[in-house]
C-alpha cells in the first residue's frame, strides 16, 4: 500500500504542478496573486466539455485550442487590470481582493450559463483501464495528465531559459525596477506571461475532469487553496520549484488517504502552515531570490 | 365564594369565546409565505436545485389555480416563496434561517437540501418555536423527544436507509458468497450516519464480515489509491457511501482500476441517475446497485399527480440541458408542496403546533409519488422506503434500474460478478 501510494501521489502530484505553475509564474513576474486562477482551471475544462460534446474535437486538440484561447485572452486582461494594479501603493494585497472578485463573478457567471450539475469527459477518450506502475494501478488519464503536465514543466523551462522573452522575463522576476531602467518593456513581457499562466490553468481544466471525476462551477475555490500550498512548497515566485511543490503535495495527500482518510482535506492548509513555520521562503527560496 | 367562583368561570368562558370570535374574524393575509433556502453554488448544489426547482413548479402550479386552501380562513390564498442563496454554507444558512423567520416572518419554513445544510436549521426553528418542513435532511440527531417543530418530509431518516443494503447482502448476498464487505463513506452526517448504520446492522446479523470501514472528506474527488487499499482487503462487496460528486469519481476511479468487485454499491447511482450516468458512463455504472429513489418507481397515490404525471410536467417546465437534472431531489422538492398543501387544507389553525399537528395528522393516510407518508412520534419519516435496484443492461444498449430487494418490490433478479 505504501509503494502503491507514493507512486500514485507522484503521478496525480505532477497534474496539480500543472494546476499551479500558471499561478507561479504570475507571482513571480508580477508579485501579484491570482485567486481566479482556479476558476480559469474550471472554465478550461469546461471549454473541453464543450468542444467535446458539440464538435467531438479530442480533448488533446481541445487543450491546444485552449491553449491559444486563454493567451489570446490573458494579455487584454493583463493590461486591463494589472497595470492599474502595480500603481497602488499596497498592489500585493490589493491583487488579493480584486481578483477575489473576478473569481466570484466567473463562478457566478458560469452558473448561471451552466447550471449547477456536474459535467465530465468520459474515460475512454483518454483510454480505460490501469497503467501498472511497481504495483500500483494508475488509471491512464491520470498518467496523460502528468505527461502533458511534464510537457508544459519542460516548456516553461525553456521559455525562461532558452529564449530571449524568457531571459527578459527573469530580469523582471528578479527587479522590476531595474528591468524597467534597462529599458525592458516590462508590461509587454507580464502581459505575455499572464497569458501564459492562464493558458497553463485552462489545459489543467481540460483534464480536470478526468482528474477529479466532474467540474462545477465551483471548483475554482478549492484549486486555489490546493494551487497556493502546492507554490508555497515548492517556493513562491519559483515556476520551476512548483514541480516539487506538486510532487510533495500528491505524496502527501495518497499517504494521508491510505492512513488517515477522514482528514485528508485538511492537507493543503497543514502543508501550508508548515512550511510556512518552518521555511516560509519556500523548499527553493535561495534559488528564487537570485533568478 | 360559589358567587365569585362563578362569576370568575364566566367571565374565563366569555373571555375564551370572545378570543375564539376573534380568531375566526382574523382576516385572511394576502399571501401564505413560505421561506426556503436553496445552493446555487457549492458541493451540495447538485442536490439542493432540484429540490428547489421541484418546489417552485408546486408554487407556480398552485398559485395558477387560485392559491391554496388555508382551512382556517376558507379561502384559497396565493403563495409567495421567499427564497435565499446559502452557496452551500452552513454559516451563510444559518444566518439565512435565522432571516427568514425574524424577518420575512414567513408562516412556513421549509430546509434546504440534504443534512448538511439542514443541520443548522434545526436548533434555529426549534429555538424560535417554528415548524421546520425538513425536505431530506436525514441525520439521525435531528429528530428528538423533546422537539416538536420537525418533520421530516421526502425520504426516510438515514438510520433505517442501510437496513435493505443489509438485508439484502445477508439473505441474497450470502446465498451467491457474498462474505465480506468493505464500506468507504464521505463524513457528513448523511452518509456519515448510513455508514454508521449499515455497521451496526452488518454487525448485529454477523452474517458478513467488515474488512475495510473508512471515511473520507465529501470534498474527495480521487479515489484511486482508495480503491487500491480497498482491494488489498480483498472484500466480496463494497459500499461507497457518499454525495453525487463522489459516486462519479469513485465509479470511474473504478472504472480505470480495473479491480472488479462482485457488489458494488453507491446511493447516487440511483438516487441522481441521470446525472450519474451522464458523467461516470454506462460502462462504469453497469451492475452496481444502488437504492431504488421515487424518481424511478411508481407508486400508488392518494394526492397529487403520479409519477409519469409530474415528469412530464418538470419536463415541460425544465428542458433537459436546463441545468438541473431530473432525479430524486426533483420528487423530494415537489413532495414537500405536497404535504403543506394536505396540512394547510386540515388545519386547525395557523399556529406553528397545528401545523405541527395537522402534518403530523396525515402520517400513515397519505400516499405521494414519494410512497407512503409515515412519522414517527419525532417527526422522523419511516413510511417512504428504499428498495435495492441493480443498473442492469436493457435492449437499447443503455441501463435501467431494476428494483431487486425486498422481494414484494423486486421487478427483477440481482446478478453478481465473478
Known amino acids: 500500500m505504501l509503494i502503491g501510494a507514493i507512486v500514485a501521489g507522484v503521478v496525480f502530484g505532477l497534474y496539480f504542478t500543472l494546476v499551479g505553475l500558471g499561478l507561479n509564474l504570475v507571482f513571480g513576474v508580477m508579485r501579484i496573486v491570482n485567486l481566479a486562477h482556479g476558476d480559469f482551471v474550471m472554465l478550461g475544462g469546461y471549454a473541453a466539455w464543450w468542444l467535446l460534446s458539440a464538435f467531438g474535437i479530442h480533448p488533446l486538440v481541445a487543450a491546444v485550442i485552449v491553449l491559444v484561447v486563454f493567451v489570446a485572452l490573458g494579455m487584454p486582461l493583463y493590461y486591463l487590470i494589472v497595470p492599474q494594479l502595480q500603481r497602488a501603493r499596497d498592489s500585493e494585497m490589493l491583487s488579493l481582493i480584486l481578483f477575489f472578485g473576478l473569481s466570484q463573478m466567473i463562478e457566478a457567471v458560469a452558473t448561471i450559463f451552466l447550471g449547477t450539475t456536474e459535467r465530465s469527459l468520459p474515460g475512454r477518450v483518454l483510454g480505460i483501464g490501469p497503467i501498472i506502475v511497481l504495483g500500483a494501478r494508475l488509471p491512464k488519464p491520470w498518467v496523460f495528465s502528468a505527461a502533458v503536465s511534464a510537457v508544459a514543466v519542460a516548456a516553461v523551462y525553456v521559455y525562461l531559459y532558452r529564449t530571449r522573452l524568457g531571459t527578459l522575463t527573469r530580469a523582471v522576476m528578479v527587479s522590476r525596477d531595474e528591468a524597467l531602467a534597462t529599458g525592458i518593456d516590462v508590461h509587454r513581457v507580464s502581459a505575455i506571461a499572464f497569458g501564459i499562466s492562464l493558458a497553463l490553468a485552462g489545459i489543467a481544466g481540460v483534464f480536470a475532469p478526468f482528474m477529479l471525476g466532474s467540474i462545477t462551477p465551483d471548483i475554482g475555490v478549492g484549486l486555489n487553496i490546493t494551487a497556493f500550498a502546492v507554490i508555497v512548497v515548492g517556493t513562491l515566485g519559483n515556476p520551476l520549484g512548483t514541480v516539487v511543490g506538486g510532487i510533495v503535495y500528491g505524496v502527501s495527500l495518497m499517504l494521508m488517504q491510505t492512513y488517515f482518510s477522514s482528514w485528508a482535506n485538511l492537507l493543503p492548509n497543514l502543508l501550508l502552515i508548515a512550511v510556512l513555520l518552518v521555511r516560509p521562503e519556500g523548499l527553493f527560496g535561495r534559488q528564487v531570490r537570485r533568478a | ?418
Not at chain 2, 167 to 190: C, P, S, W
Not at chain 2, 309 to 314: D, F, T
Not at chain 2, 369 to 375: A, I, K, Q, W
Request: neutral net charge.
Open chain 2, 1 to 418: 365564594m360559589r358567587l365569585r367562583r362563578g362569576v370568575l368561570a364566566a367571565l374565563a368562558l366569555l373571555a375564551t369565546t370572545m378570543g375564539g370570535l376573534a380568531a375566526r374574524a382574523a382576516p385572511a393575509p394576502a399571501e401564505i409565505k413560505i421561506g426556503t433556502l436553496y445552493a446555487s453554488s457549492g458541493p451540495f448544489a447538485s442536490i439542493s436545485m432540484p429540490v428547489f426547482d421541484g418546489i417552485k413548479l408546486w408554487v407556480q402550479q398552485v398559485n395558477a389555480r387560485g392559491g391554496v386552501y388555508v382551512k382556517p380562513f376558507h379561502k384559497k390564498i396565493p403563495i409567495k416563496l421567499v427564497a435565499y442563496d446559502d452557496q452551500s454554507s452552513t454559516a451563510t444558512a444559518a444566518t439565512l434561517y435565522n432571516q427568514l423567520i425574524t424577518q420575512d416572518h414567513v408562516n412556513l419554513l421549509l430546509s434546504d437540501s440534504g443534512s448538511v445544510l439542514t443541520s443548522v436549521a434545526v436548533p434555529i426553528a426549534k429555538e424560535h418555536k417554528m415548524f421546520l418542513f425538513d425536505v431530506s435532511g436525514t441525520g439521525g440527531t435531528f429528530f428528538t423527544k423533546d422537539n416538536p417543530y420537525i418533520g421530516l418530509m421526502a425520504i426516510p431518516v438515514s438510520t433505517i436507509w442501510p437496513k435493505a443494503i443489509s438485508d439484502f447482502l445477508d439473505d441474497v448476498g450470502v446465498k451467491h458468497g457474498i462474505k465480506t464487505v468493505a464500506i468507504l463513506y464521505a463524513t457528513n452526517d448523511f452518509t456519515g450516519t448510513q455508514a454508521s448504520a449499515l455497521k451496526g446492522f452488518l454487525e448485529k446479523d454477523g452474517k458478513v464480515k467488515i474488512v475495510y470501514d473508512q471515511g473520507v472528506p465529501t470534498s474527495t474527488s480521487n479515489y484511486t489509491v482508495l480503491i487500491n487499499n480497498i482491494a488489498a482487503t480483498k472484500p466480496d462487496a463494497v459500499a461507497e457511501l457518499g454525495f453525487p460528486g463522489n459516486d462519479i469519481a469513485f465509479l470511474r476511479n473504478l472504472q480505470d482500476s480495473g479491480e472488479k468487485f462482485r457488489f458494488v454499491f453507491t446511493i447516487y447511482g440511483g438516487a441522481e441517475m441521470d446525472e450519474v450516468l451522464k458523467n461516470a458512463g454506462a460502462a462504469a455504472m453497469k451492475d452496481t446497485f444502488s437504492y431504488v429513489p421515487s424518481a424511478l418507481y411508481q407508486y400508488k397515490v392518494n394526492f397529487g399527480p403520479t409519477l409519469p404525471q409530474y415528469h412530464a410536467a418538470w419536463e415541460k417546465a425544465y428542458p433537459k440541458g436546463a441545468g438541473v437534472e431530473w432525479g430524486s431531489n426533483a420528487v423530494y422538492g415537489y413532495m414537500t408542496g405536497l404535504v403543506i398543501q394536505r396540512a394547510l387544507a386540515t388545519t386547525s389553525g395557523m399556529s406553528q403546533l397545528d401545523l405541527h399537528h395537522a402534518v403530523f395528522a396525515l402520517s400513515g393516510k397519505l400516499k405521494t409519488l414519494d410512497g407512503p407518508f409515515e412519522l414517527n412520534g419525532e417527526g422522523a419519516q419511516v413510511g417512504e422506503l428504499t428498495p435495492i435496484g441493480q443498473l442492469q443492461p436493457n435492449a437499447k444498449g443503455g441501463l435501467d434500474l431494476v428494483s431487486v430487494y425486498p422481494p414484494q418490490f423486486a421487478h427483477g433478479k440481482a446478478v453478481f460478478g465473478k
